[in-house]
């Protein structure tokens, strides 16, 4: 069993609805084309997957997670862009209800991080592509992270969540791992590549420093953090606030490096 260390409360579905697959998915979006069939596991919100699901439409999209608060809210969002080639509904990533071969495209962004078993999800992601079709999975890697100015509440924040993750029994430098779990899959012609998000302007840093400073108080980060010990409710405070100081510095810049593969499944065993 998997526990998603970032929870789906308000505040965190609203920052992962800003994701779109131009700024989370480009490495997979020159592969798709109209028709191809397209399981996105993890999909939260959807706004990757209905970006996803416009680009192969009329081909058939499911996306899935293990919350009903996440698939609500895709359900939601696929009726007000008019979609009738995508549905959500909850799955399992280690037992996924779909035959072998179903999906040309088997898609998960910023899943494996958070699952305490990545290659065997990636065997069962790897059961359900057809023979010739892609696997496409991006983690972040949370020690790459970086920020200007300074600042001793977003070091802990960082601290703090990736002692967080490891209890959950996750790794939070997926990212540097994609390679290596790939291979241990089977996967085949595994590509390799990195990209970034950055926040520069100052509408980005005061959206991304306002964004934690409420996830911090009002999300399973705090929540998670008190029920393991890992932190006391002044220190939380401490470092939301630390978020939206740094949030209003002129100077105020945030970087994290992620990791992209795409590869084919693997062969069938004898």
Aim: hydrophobic share 40%.
């Amino acid at each position: 069993m998997s526990f998603y260390s970032h929870g789906h409360a308000p505040s965190v579905l609203a920052s992962h609805g800003t994701r779109r697959a131009a700024d989370s998915a480009a490495y997979l979006l020159p592969e798709l084309s109209p028709g191809v069939s397209l399981l996105d596991i993890g999909c939260g919100p959807g706004s990757i997957t209905l970006d996803l699901a416009e680009t192969v439409a009329p081909g058939r999209v499911i996306g899935m997670d293990q919350s009903l608060e996440a698939i609500t809210s895709a359900a939601d969002a696929a009726r007000e862009r008019g979609l009738p080639n995508v549905i959500f509904r909850i799955a399992d990533v280690y037992a996924l209800p779909f035959e072998d071969g179903s999906f040309d495209i088997v898609h998960a962004h910023q899943v494996l991080q958070h699952l305490p078993d990545p290659v065997a999800a990636l065997r069962e992601m790897s059961r359900v592509c057809t023979p010739n079709g892609l696997i496409a999975v991006r983690d972040a890697d949370y020690a790459s992270m970086a920020w200007f100015p300074q600042s001793a509440g977003l070091s802990r924040w960082l601290e703090l969540y990736r002692s967080m993750a490891r209890a959950n029994r996750g790794e939070p430098d997926a990212g540097r791992h994609l390679k290596s779990w790939a291979r241990m899959a089977g996967l085949r012609e595994t590509r390799v590549t990195t990209s970034s998000w950055s926040y520069a302007s100052a509408r980005a840093t005061r959206w991304w420093g306002e964004s934690w400073a409420d996830r911090v108080r009002a999300s399973s980060y705090g929540d998670r953090a008190l029920e393991l010990g890992l932190s006391t409710q002044p220190e939380l405070d401490g470092i939301s606030a630390a978020w939206e100081v740094w949030s209003k510095e002129p100077d105020a810049w945030f970087a994290m490096l992620h990791t992209e593969i795409l590869a084919r499944p693997a062969l069938p065993t004898e």
